[in-house]
């Protein structure tokens, strides 16, 4: 389909871009690197009188170090994700997870601030920063301003973002000697996932001394498996990890839907959770 017609500006720095998404209030939508927001134009899900392309901010790309900390640019793309060397060492399941998202044409364009804004349930991503505990930074007329992951997901398509409000980076604790892994199961390759777990697992003394588990398409948010987490400290055997997986579901609310049933991606949450935290534990 053909989208509407729309205005179109492309700032040139942060400040420009929000003083555009202020004027424009809730008619404008941000254009990054255009992998969600360009299918809801073509099928006329979306309808903005003005669209923000913020692609040529320099500003908001790049990942670097800032203590226990990484700031990841919010225009950076998933291809570079995956290819930074400070991700791939400090924060490993966020360069595993996206090499799972989508194909690689995608994750040429796409960018990880422009998947967690979405806020899609099935996106791979907004999981992965839940279990990570990252913080989001957001830029508006008032300045800066710092969200948490778990308040970050309002509802289905729904962040914590205010209209004129820019995402502009992403703070993810380094995760030096945890173990991590990212399991989803859908239904072809490059497909969204049915449902998706990111684990990690810090072990002591061959026990599980902390774990989390962040779920993805298991309700209008992303969530975190809180219960399958409390059982999992202290767990030692591969039969210990698989009891707990088996409340990974508690508290969740998935979706029925033409993919799956909610009791079926119930399912798929307590196999994936053992599989995962098995694999990040280094037993699986």
Known sequence: MIPP???????????????????????AKVLAGGQSLLPLLRLRLAFPELVVDVGRIPELRG??????MLVIGALTTHHDVIRDPL??????????????????????????GGSLAHADPAGDLPAVVLALDADLVAVGPGGRRTVPAREFFVDYLQSALAP???????????????????????RVAQAWAIVGVAALVRRDDGRVAEA??????????PLRASAAEEALAGAGAPDAVARAAELAAEGTRPAQDVSASPEYR???????????????GGTG
């Open 164 to 186: 004129d409000e820019l995402l502009v980076e992403v703070r993810v604790p380094k995760t030096d000697g945890w173990g991590f892994h990212y399991e989803k199961f859908h």
């Open 5 to 27: 017609a729309f205005e179109y500006a492309r700032p040139g720095s942060v400040e420009e871009a929000v003083r555009l998404l202020a004027d424009a209030g809730e008619e």
């Open 212 to 221: 989390r588990i962040g779920l993805t398409n298991m309700g209008s948010t």
């Open 266 to 280: 119930a399912h798929l949450a307590r196999v994936l959770t053992r599989r995962a935290v098995l694999a990040a």
């Open 63 to 68: 990942v670097r170090e800032d203590g226990d």
């Open 87 to 112: 991700v791939r060492r400090h924060a490993g399941l966020l360069a595993e997870a996206t090499a799972t998202v989508a194909d690689p044409a995608v994750r040429h364009r796409g960018t990880l």
